[in-house]
């Protein structure tokens, strides 16, 4: 069983930063896909941005240039570094990882922007 827990969320003004985490630990044998969604109130979750195996990256168009997804060397941990902050941006962040046949979820942290 795979656990993914997420840390970092929390209150910024706009055009603030902030960095998520999220450790993976357990059975995981090959990771294929880590990343980040997100899901506001009355919205349908979306994917944020995520990072393949062999590192190659991927953005929503609304956090392009804003955004950045990396992870350890281990390859366990996933980030997500978030800056210019915006009202579009608060919601709940959840992060992903696909794994052989297999998907987990993070229980999700919280990001607000508010001045």
């Known amino acids: 069983q795979v656990q993914l827990v997420e840390s970092g969320g929390g209150l910024v003004q706009p055009g603030g930063s902030l960095r998520l985490s999220c450790a993976a630990s357990?059975?995981?044998?090959?990771?294929?896909?880590m990343g980040w969604y997100r899901q506001a109130p009355g919205k349908q979750r979306e994917r944020v941005a995520t990072?393949?195996?062999?590192?190659?990256?991927n953005y929503a168009d609304s956090v392009k240039g804003r955004f950045t997804i990396s992870r350890d060397n281990a390859k366990t941990t996933v980030y997500l570094h978030m800056d210019s902050l915006k009202s579009e941006d608060p919601a709940v962040y959840y992060c992903?990882?696909?794994?052989?046949?297999?998907?987990?979820w993070g229980q999700g942290t919280q990001v607000t922007v508010s001045s």
């Open positions: 992903n990882l696909v794994y052989g046949s297999n998907t987990s």
């Open positions: 357990g059975s995981i044998l090959s990771i294929n896909v």
């Open positions: 990072i393949t195996r062999l590192g190659f990256t």
